[in-house]
């Protein structure tokens, strides 16, 4: 996509602050969406967190998501089915309280990792809304208590797998949707492409 937004995030500590805070503005204002470069989250942690949340969808959902597309009979549709993402998800919650412990089928070093990676997740989000706050000519922090809520903020991860679809052409991956929420920070597979979305 043409001048897709690319948002280097080393290039605020030096004389590219500036420019770098414009792109963000614009980012923000025409597209609401833009890609993170050198965001502070390491590529080795990344990398564990996608292996591991591989290993649990073909240990524990793999098989459960088959019987699932079988029961419907999706493998034989013949017109678009738009009542259905092909997705396999589960959902964990990190603030107020977190569920990870509930998640059934989880393996210890997944949960560990997770934790570690949700962290470093909610850390980046309160610098980018800081950053924010700095465009919009708002107090630091001002976002994050508008966020916080009476109970705390809500942060969770949403974990999803797109398996090979038969009929690719006639069922989504994901339907059209508007996220909800303040902040919404997406890890996309490097290996699989088709995230899209709409400008104007």
């Given at each position: 996509?043409?001048n897709?937004?690319?948002i280097n995030?080393e290039?605020?500590n ?8 414009e ?11 833009f890609?993170l470069?050198n ?10 967190m ?8 073909q240990?524990?959902?793999e ?29 964990l919650?990190?603030?107020p309280h ?13 949960r ?19 950053l ?15 966020f916080?809520g ?24 994901l ?11 997406l ?14």
């Amino acid at each position: 996509m043409e001048n897709f937004p690319v948002i280097n995030l080393e290039k605020l500590n030096g004389e590219e602050r500036g420019a770098t805070m414009e792109k963000i503005q614009d980012a923000c204002e025409n597209w609401g969406f833009f890609e993170l470069i050198n965001h502070g989250i390491s590529h080795e942690l990344m990398d564990t967190m996608e292996r591991l949340t591989k290993e649990h969808y073909q240990k524990s959902m793999e098989q459960r998501f088959k019987e699932l597309v079988a029961t419907k009979g999706l493998e034989g549709v013949q017109t678009e089915v738009n009542d259905l993402d092909w997705e396999s998800t589960f959902f964990l919650r990190h603030l107020p309280h977190s569920n990870i412990s509930e998640i059934p089928d989880l393996q210890d070093e997944y949960r560990k990792v997770m934790k570690e990676f949700a962290l470093r997740l909610e850390k980046l989000a309160e610098e980018l809304l800081d950053l924010l706050c700095e465009n919009l000519g708002l107090e630091k922090g001002y976002l994050k208590k508008a966020f916080h809520g009476s109970k705390g903020p809500n942060f969770g991860t949403k974990v999803s797998n797109y398996p090979p679809c038969p009929k690719p052409d006639l069922i989504k991956g994901l339907r059209a949707h508007t996220d909800a929420g303040g902040i919404i920070l997406l890890f996309q597979d490097d290996k699989v492409s088709g995230l899209q979305l709409l400008k104007d």
